[in-house]
Structures are given as structure tokens and as C-alpha cells.
């Protein structure tokens, strides 16, 4: 047993002794918990059956990395307002521990096809404007999603996907133009009303209980672009619709978002997809990250489909002609040549 996993042992035995529910030892709460997948952060969950008709999820967060107070104000003023996230019933912020609700174990994407996608789609475009419309927080203040933030994300394309993936050495002229490119989607993220924005609202962080959607992983929510979230779930890392499907999708949904009314579809549309670029090109990058530092090669089975996300995009714009060329010539033969290389073996 690792260090950090004896103290959060250590710290549910004390919780629950002082509150005189169980009076399990450490030793007995070692052997009781069940380790569940985790994600791509650094986060471990564990689910302890405090009783046989209950269970309970106990979170081991490492503060030098990860932003347990954010998720303790964010999920209590949302649960407030009716956000369905889960219950915090305990919480050390300065040691990383948490105990929370247990949701279960059913994720919306495995669930989702053609034949429920509209139903459950719908009620996520509910809980969004739940989202954006989200008060302030008590002793904890949104980051704005600004242009040091993006930029900072749109980086990661560069260094991790182009040059360390890749193995591209971009020469002056395209860092100018590739900047150039970054420079217009920050532009167009800043130009939109900016909303509270979960950051990563896709099927993988939507579970079901009862049939009904309820919202995890959201510590990473900032005050950002109004589209931005509709993205993470209409254009998802993990999951493809057809493109007119998606526009079908915002056209019918994108009305009911306060900040976007007066908007007409056309400009909302053109916001969603430079935005959509903008999260497809970190992503790329994150996921290589993600590979290459954590040895988490899952993500790498991901790639395509956030590669034609990004050609959608910038093959189409006129205004990324020039990156379109240099997409085609240079960054698409290698992605090409490294994918088929993967297919075959």
C-alpha cells in the first residue's frame, strides 16, 4: 500500500469515527475499498460499501496537482441550484480527500446511439444553461478563460503534437502564420459572451442514474465563451455525428442558451466551430501529453477523430488558407503516415 492511500484510509476511519457511523479500523477500510478507473488527471476513486444498500466514493486528490477546493465550492453552489452533481460529504482540501456521492458506474457514452442521442442531448442542453446561468461562488472565484489561458492551451498543439509527436521543426514563417491562426480563434472565444463553462462537458464526464444525467469533473470550470461547452459535447473526443447532424443539433438547441439570444444561428455557428477548433487543437496536444508523460497510450486511440475535427474546420475556413496548405503538405503526410503505420501493425 502506497503512503498516500494508508493517510486517506486514516482520514475515512476518522471521519467516521468522529461521526459514530462505523467503527471500522484502518486496517479493515484498507481492505474495503475497490479501486475504479480514473481519468486523465491525477485523481484515484475508490468505492467503499459503508453498509450492503450503501456505498460511497472516496477520492484521493493530490493537492500539488489537483484543484479539490474548486470542485467543493463549485459542487456545493451547483447542487444549491439545482445542478445534478454529486453530494460532498466530507472534504480536506489541504490533503486532497474527499468522500462523495456514488453515482454508479453508468457513463452516458456508452449508452448513447442515434436513437436516444436526441433525448439525452436535450437534457444536457438543460443542465448547460443551468451552468451558464450559475451564481457566484462562496470564498472561490472563477479563472477567466482569457487570452493568457488559451494561448497557453493552443501551445500544447505546437510543442506536444507537431514538434515532440510529429517530430515537425516549424521554420519562422509558419510559427507566424500558425500564431496568426491562434491569435483569430482567441479573438473569436473573447468576442462571444462570456458564461460560466464547465471546460469539459462531454459523455465522459455526463453519468446516468434513473435515466436521468448527472454532472462529475467540473473543477476545471472558468468564465469563458458561451459555445464552448456545446462543443465538448456535440463535436466529443470520443465520440463522431455526422456534421450536419451537429449543425442540425446547435440550430435546434443553441436558442435555448440566454447569453446566445439575439445572436443570429449563423454567427453562433461560426463561433462553435473556431471554438470547437480551439479545444480539437489543445486536445491533440493533451492527449500526446498524456502519452508521453503519464504513459496513458489509451488517449492515442482518440486522435483521429479530433484530427478530422481540426481539418473540418480549417480546410473549410477561408480565413486558414494558408495553414489549410501547410496542413496538407507537411503536418497531414506524416499524421497520415503515422496512422497508417499503426493500423497495419
Known sequence: MDERYLKLCLWLHDKYV?????????????????????????????????????SVIAVDAPPEVENTTAFVAIARQWQLQGIPVPE???????????????????????????????????????????????TSFTDYSLPAYDQIFLQRELDLFHEWFVVEFLKIELNAIHKKMLQGMFEQIIDCALQQPQVVVHRDFHARNLMVTNNALRVIDFQGAVEGPATYDAVSLLKDCYICWPIDQVKQWWFDWSNSLTALKGFSPEQTWQWFQWVGLQRHLKVLGLFV????????ARYLQDLPLVVNYVEQVILSEPDFADIADWWQDELQPRWLSYYHSKKDS
Open 18 to 54: 468522529d461521526q459514530r457511523v462505523l467503527s471500522n479500523t484502518q486496517h479493515e477500510l484498507s481492505k474495503q475499498l475497490t479501486p475504479l478507473q480514473g481519468d486523465a488527471s491525477q485523481r484515484r476513486y475508490f468505492r467503499w460499501d459503508i453498509t450492503p444498500q450503501r
Open 289 to 296: 501529453r498524456l502519452f508521453k508523460r503519464e504513459n496513458k
Open 88 to 134: 460532498i460529504f466530507f472534504a480536506d482540501s489541504q490533503q486532497g480527500f474527499l468522500l462523495i456521492e456514488d453515482l454508479g458506474d453508468q457513463l452516458l457514452l456508452p449508452l448513447l446511439n442515434q436513437d436516444n442521442a436526441q433525448y439525452y442531448y436535450g437534457q444536457a442542453f438543460n443542465i448547460l444553461q443551468q451552468i451558464q446561468q450559475s
